[in-house]
Nanobody
Framework: QLVESGGGLVQAGESLTLSCVGS????????MGWYRQGPGDERDLVAD???????SYSDSAKDRFTVSRDNAANTVTLQMNSLRSEDTGVYYC???????????????WGQGTQVTVSS
């Protein structure tokens, strides 16, 4: 129910934009964001934004990445600038929400998109 786009191969110092759209049958989404999983690593938070517009960033992403959201369209975008080789990994879109008013909130994940930064 989350579809990502925008990954690819870039040189260090360049920029890349990731986009994610949630399917229309999601009743409500409290937060949306991005996680990164490097080779042999756990999946870690990069940035997220809640329905009120409050954002959280990893220390590495602060001052370089910007997360934004369109609540009406159920989309989240990650603008990544000044990319470094250590940003390489699979980026997963994440959402916390529910499919119907009578259901509990749960986590949703996209299929992941590869970002490779060459030095």
């Amino acid at each position: 129910q989350l579809v990502e786009s925008g990954g690819g191969l870039v040189q260090a110092g360049e920029s890349l934009t990731l986009s994610c759209v949630g399917s229309g049958d999601m009743y409500s989404i409290f937060s949306m964001g991005w996680y990164r999983q490097g080779p042999g690593d756990e999946r870690d938070l990069v940035a997220d934004i809640n329905i009120r517009g409050s954002t959280s960033y990893s220390d590495s992403a602060k001052d370089r990445f910007t997360v934004s959201r369109d609540n009406a369209a159920n989309t989240v975008t990650l603008q990544m600038n000044s990319l470094r080789s250590e940003d390489t990994g699979v980026y997963y879109c994440h959402a916390r929400g529910r499919a119907a008013v009578w259901l509990n909130d749960r986590d949703y994940w996209g299929q992941g998109t590869q970002v490779t930064v060459s030095s």
